[in-house]
């Protein structure tokens, strides 16, 4: 299996631009989570999906954060507008079960720089 | 405020020594996972502990999880250049919420 795919490893935009960060889970995984790391605050979950459907949003920072999973393999974790707070590293990771019961399989992040 | 605490935040050793990592917790979670995450990649998980008092090794890796579930530690012996990393512990509740974090660096 290829593993957790994300897309674009790397971006870089303006402060006000609209991103679009991509992910592809491992194939018969049920749950997609996306979590963001920074320096200051580390490694937070901001969404997590089970069978497509969004059950837990509540570490989406604001308004501005939104993510959707319109099939079982793929998912998309938009911002728009961007701020340069927002610099960070998104990851993306998928499983069989909930954290603790299953091996949560991370990729390889998106580096994004908001200037 | 993390509800789980790392120490040390920094670890630089030379190979061939040993090093220790702690992760405290102010909650009692399901269980409690390490991950090493190397630059430029995503965490990779190491071990998950369930049980008070529970060891566990992995080659030169031992996890220990406190009587109390509230406290783990990662030991690593006679490390090696291959080790160094970012150690993460987490607590599961059918989510994640991970420490901040121990970097290591073993010196050839």
């Known amino acids: 299996d290829a593993g957790v795919i994300q897309s674009p490893r790397h971006e870089v935009t303006e402060m006000g631009q609209e991103v679009t960060l991509r992910c592809k889970p491992i194939?018969?995984?049920?749950?997609l989570f996306w979590y963001r790391q920074t320096m200051m605050r580390g490694l937070e979950l901001l969404i997590y999906?089970?069978?497509?459907?969004?059950?837990?949003d509540s570490g989406m920072p604001e308004d501005r954060f939104s993510a959707k999973m319109p099939n079982a393999s793929f998912s998309t974790l938009k911002i728009q507008p961007s701020e340069p707070r927002d610099s960070a590293v998104y990851f993306c990771?998928?499983?069989?079960?909930?954290?603790?019961?299953?091996?949560?399989?991370f990729g390889p992040g998106t580096r994004l720089t908001v200037l | 405020t993390q509800l789980l605490e790392q120490s040390p935040q920094f670890l630089s050793i030379q190979e061939g020594e040993n090093l220790t990592v702690y992760c405290n917790s102010s909650?009692?979670?399901?269980?409690l996972q390490w991950y090493r995450q190397e630059p430029g990649e995503g965490p990779v998980l190491l071990v998950t502990?369930?049980?008070?008092?529970e060891v566990k090794k992995l080659k030169r890796l031992t996890f220990q999880f406190g009587d109390a579930r509230k406290d783990s530690s990662l030991h690593i012996t006679a490390a090696q250049p291959g080790d160094t990393g970012l150690y993460l512990c987490?607590?599961?509740?059918?989510?994640?919420?991970f420490g901040a974090g121990t970097t290591v660096t073993v010196r050839a």
């Open positions: 990771a998928s499983s069989f079960g909930l954290a603790g019961t299953d091996t949560q399989y």
């Open positions: 194939s018969g995984h049920d749950y």
């Open positions: 999906f089970n069978n497509n459907v969004p059950i837990d």
């Open positions: 909650s009692v979670f399901s269980s």
């Open positions: 502990v369930v049980t008070g008092g």
């Open positions: 987490a607590g599961a509740d059918y989510k994640l919420s």
